[in-house]
């Protein structure tokens, strides 16, 4: 800021003494300065009125493209309203850089001309025409030649002008500054040491140019230098002597060696043409042809090992440089004799068939071999594959023995395809081969096997004697006889009865057979061995079990037993009038025989004289009243109840049960007051009924006293063998002829079943061990059965006659 008050300062000195002279204002800046920047104040130098510049319209007329400058019309003072840039304003041939420009006003009309002068500062870097500056220069060019570089260029004036030039360091090259007629700098870059194309074509340099303001600015430009190649080196071959060797009866055009030769030269200089000398045979030549552009040596006439063994020839290669330098080596060609015989092979002994368990070790077959050739050529190797059974052993000179090394199986491998490969050391090596087939006989070493160790049939009763159950077919990969297969069953007796009695099986292909038809509510599964034997000697065999499963169907009706009534008869019940709501009137016991999803009973109402009075329980046919009976009800009332089981379709059964309400007597007074009622224990009732109970509970207990007496005297019967495991289940339950059960107790209905059509009876829940039940019109030895699965409960039965009474 000083320096720019010291050029204000003496640019208004000078204009005041030239004012005196042309009425020319002078002021000097520098460019660059930054808008706003105050000049001068031209009311005080040109001693004008600053109140007065507005009224008399004070402007600034430049003579210029742009408006740099303006005046203050409140303060008369001159600023920058744009940068200058003074080599933009001026060209570099103007030392001295002027902005004319006129302030006018008016009221009077006055003219101030005012010359603003535009210092240069260092702003701008030198900068070269081109980046890159390229030289071809010659390796044998002599040291100390000159070559001129191009100048940079800077836009600033004076000091702020280009002043030097430097070069980056090299071995090669140096520079010298020069100054021309109009002050500009120049450099020339000057070889000190000769160059070598072939260590380094390109030399890559750095010229920087620095101009003399204060800070220096600089530019760089990159000097590229290309040594041109002279032909100053010879071709070379990779080696100075070459052994080869061929073998004989090599195809024309064969090829020996691929010749390369390499010059570090360039262009025609490394370009190479290659020849005989004159040291080498015509025989040579004949036999072999050398292209002489490429250097390849290939076969030009027969080679025959017997007649001729070396070939020794010397080659030229000579570049097309304008001075030709040449190189030479020397190659030995040696022909090798060629394996041209093939080996052979002689079978002289082969065994086929054999059965598959031969013994280990056993000689198959016996080979020869030969080889008409020499040395390595008739030296011969005999082999076969590796994964088989088998292997070679050497037994005399060129003679093999082919022996058995692993067990045999036919049913894995029924035959082999041995091939006998016979091998001579030769290079190539050559070689023959013979193939045989062996085949191998089939032994009963295999037994039958079913797909599985354990069937599971399920049959539905009431079967068609003869339904085919299943197929149970196994498989034998033997052949011939001792592939062929019988199937049959194992004979077994379960309670006096053979299986065979019972089921059926195709000798020939497994298929087993019902014979009978099938209850479940007698037999519910069989369990027996299938047993399939094969054709062999001897026959091997292996068995299968096999479940039969019956399948229930719903067959049977639920049979009502409680309460108890004669067949097609309605049961009769009375009950007092006075009963309460809720009280049982009535439970309706229903079994079925059947399974236990079938078996499975509710009870309906299927007729109801008043469907208001009673509620039947479907699943424990409990019949309760909902009510109290009014004088309105009928004294008699009519119940169906129909028992329906689970099965498709159901199956049922249906009870009638009348019903009387009778009257109970009671004591009129005549003050009509209620009076509680004592509850006597000992009333005629309950004395009747006491009486009664003792009486039977005494003659229950003569007759359990006489049944003991007599069951004692007999003699105890055999006891029978435990039932096999695999025994039919249903079997446990003993058959009796038709009869009629004597008593109606439900609680007797509660442990057993009769079926008087099939004429069983079947206890249903465990019975307390020792206990005896007597039964009438049961044939002579026959025993009741206990189908619990208790184990601790034992069912004795006694047997009595068909005139015994209950």
């Not at 081969?433 to 009763?461: A, G, K």
């Not at 065999?541 to 009502?560: E, F, G, M």
């Not at 069983?760 to 044939?779: E, T």
Request: proline share 5%; hydrophobic share 35%.
């Amino acid at each position: 800021m000083s320096s720019f008050k010291r050029y204000v300062l003496l640019a208004v000195i000078f204009s005041s003494v030239y004012s005196v002279w042309a009425s020319v204002t002078h002021y000097s800046i520098p460019e660059e300065m930054k808008e706003g920047s105050v000049v001068a104040n031209l009311a005080t130098d040109l001693s004008l009125d600053v109140k007065s510049l507005g009224k008399r319209k004070m402007r600034l007329d430049l003579i210029a493209n742009k408006k740099y400058l303006d005046v203050n019309k409140e303060t008369g003072e001159l600023y920058v309203v744009e940068k200058i840039d003074r080599e933009y304003l001026c060209t570099k041939t103007l030392t001295v850089c002027y902005l004319k420009m006129e302030v006018i006003l008016e009221n009077p009309l006055r003219i101030f001309n005012i010359e603003l002068e535009i210092l240069d500062i260092n702003d701008n870097a030198p900068q070269f025409r081109r980046d890159a500056i390229h030289l071809d220069i010659s390796e044998s060019t002599p040291t100390g030649e000159r070559f001129s570089l191009s100048n940079a260029v800077d836009p600033d004036v004076g000091s702020n002008s280009v002043k030097t030039y430097h070069l980056s360091e090299s071995e090669q090259f140096t520079i010298e500054v020069q100054t021309g007629r109009d002050g500009s700098k120049f450099a020339d870059l000057i070889l000190k040491q000769t160059l070598d194309r072939e260590k380094q074509a390109v030399h890559n340099l750095i010229l920087t140019a620095v101009d003399g303001g204060t800070p220096a600015r600089s530019g760089t430009a990159s000097v590229i230098v290309h040594v041109l190649d002279t032909n100053d080196n010879p071709p070379i071959f990779d080696q100075s002597i070459y052994n080869v060797k061929i073998m004989e009866n090599s195809p024309i055009g064969s090829l020996v060696i691929d010749l390369n030769a390499t010059d570090l030269d360039e262009g025609l200089n490394s370009d190479i043409s290659y020849s005989y000398s004159l040291y080498t045979s015509e025989k040579t030549q004949e036999t072999f042809n050398l292209n002489p552009a490429t250097g390849e040596i290939t076969v030009k006439g027969m080679l025959n090992y017997e007649h001729f063994r070396i070939y020794d020839m010397e080659v030229i290669a000579a570049d097309k440089g304008a001075t030709s330098l040449t190189g030479q080596c020397t190659i030995k060609i040696l022909v090798e004799d060629m394996n041209d015989n093939h080996p052979e092979i002689s079978i002289k002994s082969f065994q086929s068939p054999v059965t598959e368990n031969i013994e280990l070790d056993t000689v198959i077959a016996v080979v020869s071999v030969s080889d008409k050739d020499s040395g390595d050529n008739g030296i011969v190797d005999l082999h076969i594959p590796d994964n088989m059974p088998f292997k070679l052993r050497e037994s005399s000179d060129n003679y093999y023995e082919l022996v058995v090394s692993e067990p045999l199986d036919r049913e894995k491998v029924p035959e082999y395809d041995i091939t006998f490969t016979v091998t001579d050391r030769g290079s190539p090596p050559l070689s023959d081969n013979e193939t045989m087939t062996l085949e191998l006989l089939d032994v009963n070493d295999n037994v039958p096997q079913f797909p599985q160790s354990f069937y599971t049939i399920r049959v539905m009763e009431n079967n068609a004697p003869g339904a085919l159950l299943s197929s149970l077919t196994a498989f034998d990969p033997d052949l011939h006889e001792n592939q062929y297969l019988v199937y049959f069953i194992i004979e077994r007796e379960i309670a006096n009865t053979s299986m065979s009695m019972l089921f059926s099986i195709n000798p020939e292909n497994g298929n087993l057979y019902a014979l009978k038809t099938f209850d479940y509510e007698i037999e519910k599964e069989f369990l027996f061995h299938i047993e399939a034997r094969d054709s062999g000697s001897p026959p091997l065999s292996s068995n299968v079990t096999v479940h039969i499963i019956i399948v229930d169907q719903n067959d049977n009706a639920p049979v009502i037993v409680s309460p108890w009534r004669a067949q097609g008869s309605v049961v009769e019940e009375k009950i007092p009038r006075s009963t309460d709501k809720g009280s049982l009137i009535a439970k309706v016991i229903a079994l079925d025989t059947d399974s236990v999803h079938n078996s499975r009973i509710t009870y309906q109402f299927l007729q109801v004289t008043d469907a208001t009075l009673f509620s039947l329980d479907q699943y424990n046919g409990e019949i309760r009243t909902m009510r109290m009976f009014s004088y309105r009800d009928p004294r008699h009332q009519r119940l169906v109840v129909v028992a329906k089981d689970n099965g498709e379709p159901a199956l049922s059964a249906t009870v009638t049960i009348s019903l009387t309400t009778m009257e109970t007597a009671v004591k009129a007074y005549s003050d009509m007051t209620e009076e509680p009622l004592e509850y006597d224990i000992f009333s005629d009732i309950n004395l009747y009924l006491v009486i009664g109970l003792g009486s039977v509970s005494f003659l229950l207990l003569i007759t359990i006293l006489v049944t003991i007496v007599i069951k004692c005297q007999k003699p105890k019967p055999s006891k029978a063998a435990p039932p096999s495991r695999n025994s039919v289940i249903s079997e446990r339950n003993s058959t009796i002829a038709d009869s009629t059960l004597v008593s109606n107790d439900a609680y007797w209905y509660s442990l057993f079943l009769a079926e008087t059509r099939k004429g069983k009876l079947v206890v249903r829940q465990p019975l307390p061990k020792g206990s005896r039940y007597i039964v009438s019109s049961i044939p002579r030895g026959t025993g009741l059965t206990d189908t619990s699965d208790s184990a601790a409960s034992t069912l004795q039965a006694s047997t009595t006659s068909s005139s015994s009474s209950t």
